[in-house]
């Protein structure tokens, strides 16, 4: 599991099947002193998180494809939860 800050969303007019009709949200990723860490990733996010919200999220592939409905879904990073701060 990985926090990370909501920066926004992503809208794509094509792309893969298995992730029509799922949000899919910009995350800057945290370190373990809450400073962005790395690059920016997308992930589905059936949560409805806003941007500057702090979210939990599972880089686990498999659970990700299992998410969405698609054993072959590209997808990897889902957001578990929002932080209640």
């Keep these: 599991m990985q926090l990370g800050t909501v920066i926004g969303?992503?809208?794509?007019?094509?792309?893969?099947?298995?992730?029509?009709?799922?949000r899919m949200s910009i995350v800057q990723l945290l370190g373990n002193d809450r400073a962005p860490e790395g690059d920016a990733i997308i992930?589905?996010?059936?949560?409805?998180?806003?941007?500057?919200?702090?979210?939990?999220?599972?880089?686990?592939g498999k659970g990700a494809r299992e998410l969405v409905g698609d054993q072959k879904s590209p997808v990897r990073w889902f957001v578990i939860g929002i932080v209640d701060e």
């Design 43 to 60: 992930a589905v996010d059936k949560w409805g998180s806003s941007p500057g919200q702090t979210v939990i999220l599972n880089s686990d």
């Design 9 to 22: 969303h992503a809208t794509s007019t094509i792309k893969h099947p298995s992730l029509n009709g799922w």
